[in-house]
């Protein structure tokens, strides 16, 4: 078995990092080339992983701000909003629901039209 440094696709960086410019398909020369080579790939999944997880915790302040401040408008938004719709809170804040109010509107018609068949007498 060859070590990799005598291996004419290894490289190594100015900062001492291993690459290896081999290719998994075509120019392995042994298994255990093929195993380092994983092992280096996984190694690279891992720190990207990691610098990903870094740049979302730098996100995350700015996120919950902006999550904050969409609430809120879409708070002033539902508020501004409420007098256009009647709400079912009015009715019980009142002791009343619905069957009341609408039995009231009928009294009043009553003291406006007492007879429904007035007109008809003439």
Do not use: H
Request: a negative charge; proline letters at 4%; glycine letters at 4%.
């Amino acid at each position: 078995m060859i070590q990799c440094e005598q291996c004419e696709y290894f490289r190594r960086g100015a900062n001492g990092q291993v690459q290896f410019a081999c290719d998994p398909f075509s120019t392995i020369k042994e298994p255990e080339c093929l195993q380092k080579w994983e092992l280096l790939k996984m190694t690279q999944l891992v720190s990207s992983y990691q610098k990903t997880l870094a740049f979302y915790e730098r996100l995350a302040p700015m996120q919950e701000k902006m999550f904050r401040m969409m609430e809120s408008e879409m708070d002033d938004l539902d508020e501004s909003n409420s007098w256009k719709q009647g709400s079912d809170e009015d009715y019980d804040d009142a002791g009343l629901d619905e069957a009341d109010d609408d039995a009231d509107d009928d009294d009043d018609n009553d003291e406006i039209y007492p007879d429904p068949d007035a007109w008809k007498q003439g």
